[in-house]
């Protein structure tokens, strides 16, 4: 929808849409989180955490609705899929190692908070 506007008119714009959209939006744990901290990636403790747990959270009816959106969007869905293919993988690799007779060794670094190796 920006496409069409002058770079000149861009920032004016941005700064409307913030004024409007954020008190309706920032109501909801998820999307705040990264606004909180300025250092957050897209591993981030506490969003991955929140993305996980996949339940409606918020202080009203209504932040509950909007979070339960975000986490129905497809790179919420994509991590949680991603921690159902990771404990897969554990899995074959680790009959694979004990087919051939050898110790299984994981290494999960700067993996957030590890839920597929926790549930493997």
């Not at 300025?38 to 959270?57: C, F, K, Q, T």
């Not at 129905?72 to 554990?90: E, F, S, T, V």
């Not at 050898?102 to 670094?109: D, H, K, S, T, Y």
């Amino acid at each position: 929808m920006a496409e069409p506007l002058e770079k000149e008119d861009m920032p004016a714009h941005r700064d409307y849409m913030r004024r409007q959209l954020h008190p309706l939006l920032l109501c909801s744990p998820l999307p705040i989180a990264p606004l909180k901290n300025r250092w957050v990636y897209a591993g981030d403790y506490e969003m991955v955490n929140m993305i996980l747990r996949n339940v409606p959270e918020g202080g009203s009816l209504f932040a509950k609705v909007v979070n339960s959106w975000f986490l129905d969007q497809p790179p919420a869905r994509a991590h949680r899929n991603r921690i159902d293919y990771l404990k897969g993988r554990l899995v074959d690799e680790t009959a694979r190692s004990a087919r051939k007779g050898r110790p299984m060794r994981i290494l999960n670094l700067g993996c957030g908070p590890a839920v597929e190796v926790q549930e493997f």
